[in-house]
């Protein structure tokens, strides 16, 4: 559960980012945020080219209160590295910053530097870390949505993928069965506490070749009776299976979905996955073009 | 205010220990050489804290071997929290944006300082340079010790318990990296003794007797090398996805064999013949030779101890294992006894865990883990007997993000209390569910 603390939500912190100011670039360190490492010096000199040309006009990185008082530094950075390693190698005194005179969480430090980070890269790997990370600290699926901007779906889909069992997580991925039905079926075959992973894993490879109608019809049918067997439950979800009604009912749903896609995320990667889905089930006539 | 107090530290230093970082703390140039055992990394941690606090070091570099950093990384944890040592590596880019960056404290292996060394002796410039295993630098023209030289550093210390002050040549090497120029060419080793005075200290347990517990334990964290690391991963995903295929009847016999063979790889490399226990081995041996201790090694598997055996730098090397019979475990473990200098003594546990009596020996390495750690001690308690003289050194190994690592958290957790002939068989109903061996794997 989130805690209640104002302290602890994101905005609060972004809130406390001071105006820009120069700073020297001898007082900032890298300590506990350790923002990344890798690719730092990739194309460095084409940003120093630009930086010499910017001058002051620089977008101002970001920097805490250091909160090790034996650290020689007096800043800790947050983001910017690049900036900062350019600016180092220009030979510049001072950096354009924004500072955080507070100590710093180092989960919020790490989350506002990935927050940064994800304008250049937004890779479903670096949505995951900072989803899973906040996660950890206790943030709520909705303080996430809020604070990130990222669509409650992805949040959704990660808080629930990690509370996947490895094992059925692993067998969702190699059957191409949805986070959402995983879940679901762990879920139902949880019994006293404990999830019944053979059973979740046994019903996962079923569903490897099943379509998703089918496979959610599956998850119903063993919500009424948890000790049937993948064969069963699949014999019982074939029979129950109206494929007109089904094909009604989805169609409805994918058009609302789409269409609500579509206003909030034009151009995004999910709007790129939800055409090549509208394609398929187009393709299938499921849905009418 | 004591050191204790104004550092904060998790638990008191031993006076020999305050003495030494006080040591470390004045000194630009210095070789503290203590017996292994008596906390070098610690005294050194200690020292450069206090140094920080004077705001005097911005930029730090430690060379260990490959095997420990994440060994010194967890010293930090303990003893100095509120710092975040870098390890530097990954790709060479990486490695060289690292040095640049600012960062207070950078951990190195000396394989990939003398890598980087080219790019990084003109331009890179350090407070202090920490030397871990300095007798690595012991010969001077080696490449590894011709690269440390080049580093550039205000100050300069290195650790080591093999101080080889009796052979000129090495301690004139190591010198040549503490303070070039101390000691010139052709002096005898009793100038050498009285030259190096101010920039070196030794103590040996023996010396600081009334400060020591009986028994000092240490855990080493080790990493895997990379060639390890990479047969272990291989190992583990190919058999994980071949368990998940499996009936359930056959899967917890099948993680149990795993988890097994991950220990296995973990002692050692059998595809590229590696073992960074073996290396980490050696260079406890070699500190050891000093006062001729002897050793006992345990491991659980014979196939270990073979390969200890065969790659261990000790000329005197015993087995005691159930393959053998009873004479020759007899003869071996007089031998041992009787030998003159350091010997080394490879135990399984099911031959020699209990019943054995070896005061003898003063070091007690724990090669691999127990699930049981009532068994470590039994094991441990061969050597810790009446009769002993000395403070019993018992070494645990532990390789980092590995299967080890895990079986000690749940072991730390007292959740289950393992049997352990759990790893041997999967007749014998294992107290532990199938998913939650899989998580030891996973």
């Given at each position: 559960m989130a805690k209640k603390d104002p302290k602890k939500t994101l905005q609060y912190?972004?809130?406390?980012?001071?105006?820009?100011?120069?700073?020297?670039?001898?007082?900032?360190?890298i300590d506990m945020f350790q923002v990344r490492t890798d690719n730092v010096e990739r194309d460095l000199d084409e940003l120093k080219q630009k930086m010499e040309t910017a001058?002051?006009?620089?977008?101002?990185?970001?920097?805490?209160?250091?909160?090790?008082?034996?650290?020689p530094y007096k800043y800790d950075l947050i983001y910017g590295q690049r900036r900062l390693q350019a600016a180092t190698d220009l030979e510049w005194e001072t950096i354009g910053a924004e500072v955080i005179d507070e100590y710093v969480p180092e989960a919020i430090g790490k989350?506002?530097?990935?927050?940064?980070?994800?304008?250049?890269?937004?890779?479903d790997a670096d949505k995951r870390r900072l989803v899973t990370r906040l996660k950890e600290q206790g943030f709520s699926q909705n303080q996430i949505v809020k604070d990130l901007g990222i669509s409650r779906n992805t949040v959704r889909l990660i808080f629930w993928e990690e509370d996947l069992k490895p094992r059925v997580n692993e067998a969702r991925k190699d059957s191409g069965v949805s986070v959402d039905i995983a879940r679901k079926l762990q879920d139902r075959l949880t019994i006293d506490g404990e999830v019944m992973v053979d059973q979740v894993v046994e019903f996962i490879k079923k569903m490897e070749n099943l379509n998703d109608v089918r496979r959610k019809e599956m998850v119903e049918v063993i919500s009424e009776d948890a000790n049937l067997s993948a064969d069963e439950a699949d014999e019982i979800a074939l029979e129950n299976t109206n494929v007109d009604e089904y094909k009604i009912t989805l169609s409805k749903k994918l058009s609302e979905?789409?269409?609500?896609?579509?206003?909030?995320?034009?151009?995004?990667?999910?709007?790129?996955?939800?055409?090549i889905v509208q394609d398929r089930l187009e393709s299938e006539n499921i849905i009418e073009n | 205010?004591?050191?204790?107090?104004?550092?904060?530290?998790?638990?008191?230093?031993?006076?020999?220990?305050?003495?030494?970082?006080?040591?470390?703390r004045n000194r630009d140039n210095a070789l503290l050489a203590d017996e292994m055992g008596l906390g070098k990394t610690v005294q050194a941690i200690i020292g450069l804290r206090l140094l920080m606090k004077e705001k005097k070091l911005k930029k730090v570099i430690i060379v260990v071997p490959a095997s420990l950093k994440s060994n010194w990384l967890n010293e930090f944890r303990t003893w100095a929290p509120k710092f975040r040592p870098v390890i530097v590596e990954g790709s060479k880019s990486k490695r060289l944006y690292l040095y640049k960056a600012?960062?207070?404290?950078?951990?190195?292996?000396?394989?990939?300082?003398?890598?980087?060394?080219?790019?990084?002796?003109?331009?890179?410039?350090?407070?202090?340079?920490?030397?871990?295993?300095?007798?690595?630098?012991?010969?001077?023209?080696?490449?590894?010790?011709?690269?440390?030289?080049?580093?550039?550093?205000?100050?300069?210390?290195?650790?080591?318990?093999?101080?080889?002050?009796?052979?000129?040549?090495?301690?004139?090497?190591?010198?040549?990296?503490?303070?070039?120029?101390?000691?010139?060419?052709n002096v005898s080793v009793k100038e050498i003794k009285e030259i190096i005075i101010p920039y070196f200290l030794r103590r040996k347990k023996s010396e600081v007797l009334q400060d020591l517990p009986e028994t000092i334990e240490q855990q080493i964290l080790i990493d895997l090398s990379p060639n390890q690391r990479n047969t272990y991963e291989i190992t583990k995903n190919e058999r994980v996805k071949h368990i998940g295929n499996l009936k359930k009847s056959e899967k917890i016999s099948n993680i149990l064999a795993l988890i097994t063979e991950l220990k296995k790889i973990c002692n050692y490399d059998p595809v590229n013949k590696d073992s960074s226990k073996i290396e980490t081995l050696?260079?406890?041996?070699?500190?050891?030779?000093?006062?001729?201790?002897?050793?006992?090694?345990?491991?659980?598997?014979?196939?270990?101890?073979?390969?200890?055996y065969e790659k261990a730098n000790c000329q005197q090397k015993f087995f005691y294992h159930g393959q053998l019979d009873l004479n020759e475990k007899e003869k071996n473990l007089n031998d041992f006894k009787l030998s003159s200098?350091?010997?080394?003594?490879?135990?399984?546990?099911?031959?020699?865990?209990?019943?054995?009596?070896?005061?003898?020996?003063?070091?007690?390495?724990?090669?691999?883990?127990?699930?049981?750690?009532?068994?470590?001690?039994?094991?441990?308690?061969?050597?810790?007997?009446?009769?002993?003289?000395?403070?019993?050194?018992?070494?645990?190994?532990?390789?980092?993000?590995?299967?080890?690592?895990?079986?000690?958290?749940?072991?730390?957790?007292?959740?289950?209390?393992?049997?352990?002939?759990?790893?041997?068989?999967?007749k014998k109903v294992p107290r532990l569910s199938e998913e939650e061996l899989m998580k030891i794997v996973l």
């Open positions: 912190w972004v809130s406390k980012k001071g105006p820009r100011q120069e700073i020297k670039i001898e007082d900032i360190g001058g002051t006009n620089l977008e101002a990185i970001c920097v805490a209160k250091m909160e090790n008082e034996d650290s989350a506002l530097s990935d927050m940064e980070n994800s304008h250049v890269k937004t890779s979905g789409v269409q609500k896609m579509t206003e909030d995320t034009e151009n995004s990667p999910e709007m790129q996955i939800v055409e | 205010m004591s050191i204790d107090k104004s550092l904060n530290l998790p638990f008191p230093l031993r006076n020999y220990q305050i003495e030494g970082a006080n040591f470390l600012p960062i207070q404290i950078l951990i190195i292996s000396y394989e990939s300082i003398r890598e980087d060394i080219e790019e990084i002796k003109f331009n890179q410039y350090f407070d202090l340079i920490i030397l871990d295993e300095a007798q690595r630098v012991k010969n001077y023209s080696s490449n590894t010790s011709k690269a440390i030289r080049q580093i550039r550093s205000n100050s300069k210390w290195a650790l080591t318990g093999t101080p080889l002050e009796n052979s000129p040549k090495d301690i004139s090497s190591i010198y040549s990296f503490v303070k070039d120029g101390l000691l010139t060419k050696n260079e406890i041996i070699d500190e050891k030779k000093q006062n001729n201790e002897k050793i006992i090694v345990f491991s659980q598997y014979v196939k270990t101890l073979e390969k200890i200098g350091t010997a080394i003594l490879l135990i399984s546990l099911h031959a020699g865990g209990v019943g054995l009596n070896i005061p003898e020996a003063s070091t007690v390495v724990m090669f691999d883990r127990w699930w049981n750690p009532s068994v470590e001690d039994q094991a441990v308690a061969r050597a810790d007997r009446f009769g002993r003289e000395n403070v019993l050194h018992v070494i645990k190994f532990l390789c980092v993000n590995s299967v080890e690592e895990r079986i000690e958290e749940i072991i730390k957790e007292k959740k289950y209390i393992f049997d352990e002939i759990v790893e041997e068989t999967a």
